[in-house]
Structures are given as C-alpha cells and as structure tokens.
C-alpha cells in the first residue's frame, strides 16, 4: 500500500507536509504549503535522528516550533522507507534530547547573537564536536537567545533565524566547556552572503534553501520564499558541509504575474564554508528544457517545487509558474530532482528527473483527462472479512503523472446479488477505507465515486470520477490484492486549458490489469453531461481502443465512460469521467443555484477601500472578508474569491479560500475569512490598482442547497498617492509677475519599494488668500513622465498655493504641503 501524506499545522497556520515515497534507504520530505495555495513563508528547520523540527520566522505572533516523527517505521510512511535522497537518513544518535553519563557534571552554556539589529525567535542547536552527540537549546520567544546544559568538552553550536524578503542568518561558533558557566556568543557581522549566482542578468533570487550537514548526518538549515539575502558564518569542520538549493526567475514577476523562465540551482561546500561562499554558474552550463503547463480552469498562476535528490538531502522549494504557460527551466546538470507541480488544491507528483548539459527534451503537465490510473497505484486487498480500499492519488494527467486533490471526497457502495453490503460516503479521498464483507466465496459489484469540486475558476474538469468493479472473492486467512483494473484517457488535440480545437479529437482508452490480461471491451462519450452517450466503435480484444469524437461547436464539456475487463481473473471495470475535457465553447462557468441556499450582505475590509502603501517587501496588510448565509437547513460552509476582470477569465486572482462560517441561529451564518496580502509578491504590478470583485459561495446542511454569487461584491484596492510640497517660484513675487508652481506626484510601487511617479494624472492647483480659510481651484495639469506638475501664472494677492489630486478608483486623494507666497 502506498504511504499517505501526513500533515500537521505549523503556528502561524500554514501546513507541514511530511511526502512519501519510494527510496530504498532514505526519509520521507517534507514541504511547507501556505494557507492560500501560495509559496510558504521563511521557515528554519533540523532534522535530529528521525525528528524534524520546523519553526516559522519572521511572523508576527506567537511561532513555536513544530516536531514531526520521520521514522520509517512509523505508520506515517507505512513501514516503507521514503524518496530517495529527499533528507538525510536517521543517525544512530538518539533524537534530540541531551546524552552522556547520567553521573558527568554539567555547567550552563547560555547563547547570544552579537551586532543583531532584529528581534527574531530562532532554531539552536549543539553538538559535541568529537563524538556530534546533539544537544537541545531552550531559546526565547522573540529573542537572539538561548541556554543549554553541557557536560565539558568540545562543542560545534549553529543557529537560524531572519524573516521574510529581509536578510537571513545561518551562524555557527566553536566553543569549548571545562569547569564553568560559558557564554558563546554568535557573530552576526562575521557573517558572509551566500547563494548561486549566474551571467543571466534579468533573473534574481525567488527562494532559496541554505542548508548545514553535520558528520552524523544531521542538518540544519533555513529556507523559503522571498529573494532574501542569507548570510552564513565561515568555517572549517570535517565531514561538515554548507549545501544552497535556490531558485531564480525573471526580476519584477509575482503571483499574478509568474515569470516564464526558472532557474533550479545546486551547489554544496564540502567541509569548509570559504570567505567568499558564493557559487557562480553560467547559463551554457546549465541543462536548458520546457515545461508545458495545462489547466482545467481559468487560473492564471501555479506553482512548482523540487527538491535535489543528494546524500546529504533537502527541502521542496516552491515558485509560481504560468498555469495554461509555457516555462523555461535551467537546472543544474547531472542531479536527480524530485517535483511537485499544481495550482489549487490540485498535485501532481512529477516523475524524478536527472538532465544533461545542453537542450532537453521537454514535458507536458496538467493534460486531461483527469482520472484514477496506474494499476498498483490503486490498492484493493482482503484479509479475512475485511476489505481494505487505498487510492491516495484521486485523479490523474494523461501524461502518468499521479495526482491528488487535497479538496476531493470518496465514497463507496459495495453490493452482492443486487443488495447492498455497505456503504461509506464524504471520505477524504486521500484516506483509506475498510469494508466488512459477508463470509464465504461471493461475487462483488464496488463502486467509487471521487467527486472535486468543479466550480472553482482553477478546476472545471473531472469533478466526478466514477469506478465500477465486478470481481470475485472469498474469505482469505492472508492479505491477497484483488489486483482492480482501472482504465486511462488520453485525448488528442487539446488546447493549453484542455480545450478541443476546430477538428474533431481522437480518444484513446487503456485498460491496466496488474498481473492481469486486460481487454477494453467498450468506448463512450457524451456531450450532454452523461444524460446521453454516443459509442465509440471498438475492434478485436486488444487492451487499448481509439476513436473519433466529433464535438459540436456549442459544447461546454465532453464526458467520457469506458468499460473493460482483465480475461485472466474475470474481473470487470467501467471507469466513468464527468467533464473529461472542454469543448469549444471554453471552460466558462455559469453561476449555481440549488434549493433555497442564499448569499448577502458581502464586505471587504469593513466595506473601506483597501490601501496599500508603499511597504517594503515582505511587508503585508491584513483584511476581513464578511458575509451572511442563509438555507433552511442551517449553513455548513461557505468560500471566498477575490479577483479582478471577468470571473471566467480574470486578470488576476487572490485569496481562493474557505470561509468559517458561525451559526447565528438555525438558518443562518455569519461566514468570514482573514486575507493576508503582500503587495510585491503577490501582486507585483501597479496596473492591478482599482475595482476588484468578490466571488462567494455558500454550502446548505442538507447536502443539496447551493448558491454561488460571481460578483457578490466589489471593493478598491488602492495605492496611497502622494503629493511633494507645493514650490513657488521666485519668492517674493511683483505684483502681475510670473509666478511657476511645482510639485511632484507619486503612488506607492507594487513592484518594487517606496513611492514611483504617478504620470497622466489629472492635478489641480489651489490658492488660498491670506486671512480666508477657503481654497479655490485655479487651474489642472497633468502629471509628468516623472510625476512632476508645474504651472506658471500671475502674481496678484498674497496667500498660499497648493496642488491636490482627487482619489481615482486606483488612488488615493492627495493634497501638497502650501507654499506662502508673498506679492509687492
């Protein structure tokens, strides 16, 4: 049976995710997923015997570290060991903890950061430096420091610690203990940039794992997302090693606009960090390939992570990549990658990869349709009376690359004779499943049902994946695989977002029998969402069938359904895909409507515009989204999105989450959800200032009531304008002489940091005469390239002069500081 993700929420809410695999002698990874589907935050972590330690830093808020068990004999992997080369294996040294005689004397090593201009919590670790026995660190919240109890001896210490898009640390220090307390005091001066860098100058640092292997294979290390600046501390230490896995892209892209080139970068520095430790690689060095990213909605961006496959391990790092795209990958050449790619809640586990120096064939992800597939992959056995059901990857591409879809549901009906046996329903799909089966020798009708929500803008397709079994089987004293078959599609001719095109498509149905004879005995599809379906014409008893499908041109979705049968065991298998690709009237999504479920009353941010100032990078601000839900059921759950453009085909998409929706009474709920927004990283452009929509949708108790509101809501997202003092010139000024008025208008940059000139807009220049309080338009320019306005008019009165710009749906208002003009 394949090994379940298992997972653990971290303190500030995102997810630890602990990914099996199939190595031979190495642990399961790990990666980070953010709230939103986003790149994670900073985080540091260690690995101490078979315990993995992740703190996140940088946030605000209480963030205590987070211990997850790695040990492969742990139900969390199934008893297997995990993917080759993704962390170090177990050392032989107990897992955390202190070691030694029970009887040996111990003195109070306390722990500190010298020339540190940030209050930050940490990760501290000891080892002894002659056997590297670990020793725990308790350190403070929020603070550089940490105490420790040691025996005498030589000692090797390291910390992590820094925040998001800022710079971060990695320092280690030596020190010894004898008869007495020690203070060791980490030097963050000392420290010296680290990272990869190459000759292609349009690229900059996206994430970055910096990364410690000790003798005993343990490591210690810091890694996430931001282009932060990680400084390390030089040293020297046999067997030790200093290992950077960073990833770059294209300078100024963001969420709403990945960049389409990626470069995965590897380097390590074998037992000493040199005072210059900075890898540098050209691009003709480089193995040079294509990624074809395709999606089943309208979802603009996605992601990719990987992770080196080396002895010494890793972490999965994430960047976001163009979902219906094209992306360029430079990687470093000769090395094993492990990859995860997906957008939503959607994963595909890409196949391991190792590519040479040069050009390199390229590969398509995302390619529907989307359906269980792969024989072993799906694990059906029985042992006695207990039927045990594991399919952890819930969809699948057509290109093989298994899938799951953290939002999907199962369910199974088991009969014999045309009754029902059991029936289980609203599982996870990830999850395994026991059935009790009546004793003696039967024959079985199973049915699956894998329902994905197919109504969100990144998925439209596959939300209903249908399997029906026919098989024989009888009491066992031995866990026997019933060996199911299942069935794969493949359709050609689809567009980058699944579509079908102007010619009719081709579909090729495979039936796979694990140690089986498989025979596809029957091909369908239907255009009308299953009420009909139209054969395809299969010949001779191979287990692969094509055929034509000519799909009008007003069709929104095509279905697929195919049945099969593996000759050796008589086991029968009809595999049914609901929305299998698009047709050429798009993937667009009308709004829907069931039962008596309503939505009303939506805000964002307490209904005031939003207003992103000019913040550093890394830097967020934090809304709630609000609404009322009603049905006469009571309300079970409800999401949110925000988005900007066409709900069907947006410029840009934020904050696609659940919303936690509390009973005000029998019928209603008051649903919300907090929204947190980087300006640089997650929108990175200024033309994304304006109206944005709101999406909402709400879930009835009852399982049937429904109400989804496309354009529920609107809100401002607003950049802060800002207007330079009011200059006049010259001062004083003759009566009926030239007076120029100047200032200079600027907006806060999305893009990069601070304020950037707001040009083309309309600004007005205002006189108040000395001794009123009113002020009078005089006349309005437009700002220049540089955001500069001038005027010059004539002198007549004292008074002060000012320029003001009205707020616009992008902007806010802005007023200048006034300039006292004097007339003679």
């Known amino acids: 049976m394949p090994p379940a993700v298992t ?41 101490s015997g078979d315990e993995l330690t992740v703190l996140p ?9 987070t211990r997850a068990d790695l040990d492969p004999r742990s139900e969390q992997t199934g008893g297997r060991p995990g993917p080759s080369g993704r962390l170090a294996g177990p050392s032989s040294a107990p897992r955390g903890g202190t070691a030694g005689s029970a009887a040996a004397a111990t003195y109070p090593v306390t722990f500190s950061v010298a020339n540190s201009v940030q209050e930050a919590g940490s990760l501290m670790r000891v080892w002894n430096s002659t056997t590297w026995q670990p020793y725990d660190v308790e350190t403070e919240q929020f ?10 001896g030589n000692y090797f210490a390291l910390t992590v610690y820094g925040s998001y898009d800022r710079p971060n640390y990695l320092l280690a220090k030596s020190f010894k203990v004898t008869s007495a307390a020690v203070k060791v005091t980490f030097d963050q001066a000392g420290a010296k940039e680290t990272g990869i860098r190459t000759d292609d100058g349009s690229v900059t640092r996206t994430t970055a794992a910096v990364s410690a292997s000790l003798p005993n294979g343990q490591i210690m290390g810091y890694a996430g997302g931001g282009r932060s600046q990680v400084f390390v501390t030089p040293f020297i230490a046999s067997g030790s090693a200093l290992h950077i896995h960073e990833v770059q892209g294209r300078k100024g892209a963001s969420r709403q606009r990945p960049s389409p080139v990626r470069y995965d970068l590897s380097h390590t520095f074998e037992r000493a960090v040199p005072a210059d430790p900075v890898a540098k690689v050209r691009q003709a060095d480089l193995a040079e390939t294509e990624l074809t990213v395709r999606g089943g909605g309208q979802y603009r961006s996605g992601f990719l992570q990987t992770v080196p496959n080396t002895p010494y391990g890793g972490v999965y790092l994430s960047s976001n990549v163009p979902v219906a795209g094209f992306l360029t990958e430079y990687v470093t050449p000769g090395l094993s990658f492990s990859r995860i790619a997906g957008y939503g809640t959607h994963t595909f586990q890409l196949p391991d990869r190792t590519l040479q120096q040069g050009v390199n064939r390229g590969e398509s992800v995302g390619r529907a349709p989307y359906a269980p597939t792969g024989g072993k992959k799906y694990a059906a056995s029985r042992l006695r009376d207990d039927l045990v059901l594991y399919g952890p990857f819930s969809f699948s591409d057509s290109d093989g690359a298994f899938g799951r879809d953290a939002g999907a549901t199962q369910s199974y009906r088991l009969s014999t004779d045309g009754e029902t046996v059991t029936e289980v329903t609203g599982k996870p799909a990830q999850s395994s499943v026991s059935l009790k089966l009546p004793p003696g020798r039967k024959t079985y009708e199973l049915v699956r049902t894998v329902t994905r929500d197919g109504e969100t803008p990144f998925s439209r397709l596959s939300d209903k994946l249908i399997s029906e079994w026919g098989f024989t089987s009888g009491t066992t004293t031995t866990r026997t695989d019933l060996g199911l078959p299942d069935i794969g599609f493949r359709v050609s001719g689809l567009g980058l977002r699944n579509e079908t095109g102007p010619t009719p498509s081709r579909v090729i149905a495979t039936v796979n029998a694990p140690d089986g004879t498989p025979r596809l005995r029957g091909l369908e599809f239907s255009v009308d969402g299953g009420t009909t379906w139209t054969p395809i014409p299969v010949e001779g008893t191979s287990a692969t069938a094509e055929g034509e499908v000519p799909v009008p041109q007003n069709t929104r979705y095509v279905s697929l359904r195919a049945t099969g049968s593996d000759e050796r065991t008589g086991t029968t298998v009809r595999q049914t895909v609901s929305r299998a690709f698009a047709g050429p009237a798009g993937v667009a999504l009308p709004p829907r409507t069931a039962g008596a479920t309503a939505v009303s009353g939506v805000t964002v941010n307490e209904n005031k515009p939003l207003v992103l100032d000019g913040l550093a990078h890394g830097s967020s601000a934090v809304f709630p989204v609000e609404f009322t839900a009603t049905d006469p059921s009571g309300i079970a759950g409800g999401s949110f999105l925000l988005y900007q453009g066409a709900y069907n085909k947006p410029d840009a998409v934020l904050a696609d989450s659940t919303a936690h929706c509390r009973p005000v009474d029998a019928t209603t709920s008051t649903c919300s959800g907090l929204v947190s927004l980087a300006p640089h990283t997650e929108l990175g452009d200024n033309a994304l200032a304006g109206v944005w929509k709101v999406a909402v949708a709400a879930h009835a108790n009852d399982g049937q009531g429904v109400a989804d509101q496309q354009e529920a809501g609107a809100f401002r997202m607003m950049r802060k304008a800002v207007l330079a003092a009011a200059d006049a010139a010259p001062e004083p000024v003759t009566a009926g002489g030239d007076l120029t008025v100047t200032s200079r208008l600027t907006a ?60 616009n749906p992008a902007a806010t208002a802005a007023s200048s500081a006034a300039d006292y003009v004097e007339v003679k």
């Open 7 to 47: 997972a653990s929420t971290l303190a500030d809410g995102e997810r630890l995710e602990v990914l099996p695999g199939g190595g031979a002698a190495t642990q399961p990874g790990f990666r980070i997923v953010s709230q939103d589907g986003g790149p994670a935050g900073r985080y540091a972590y260690a690995l």
């Open 57 to 65: 830093t940088g946030r605000t808020g209480r963030t205590t570290p």
């Open 143 to 152: 603070a550089l420091r940490g105490t420790a109890s040691l025996p005498p």
């Open 748 to 807: 806060s940059d999305w893009t990069d940091e601070g304020y950037a000139a707001y040009a083309g807009q309309p600004v007005t220049l205002q006189f108040r005469q000395s001794g009123t309080t009113a002020w009078s338009d005089v006349r309005t320019v437009t700002s220049g390239a540089d955001g500069s306005v001038t005027t010059t008019l004539r002198a007549w009165k004292n008074g002060d002069w000012r320029w003001a710009f009205a707020a």
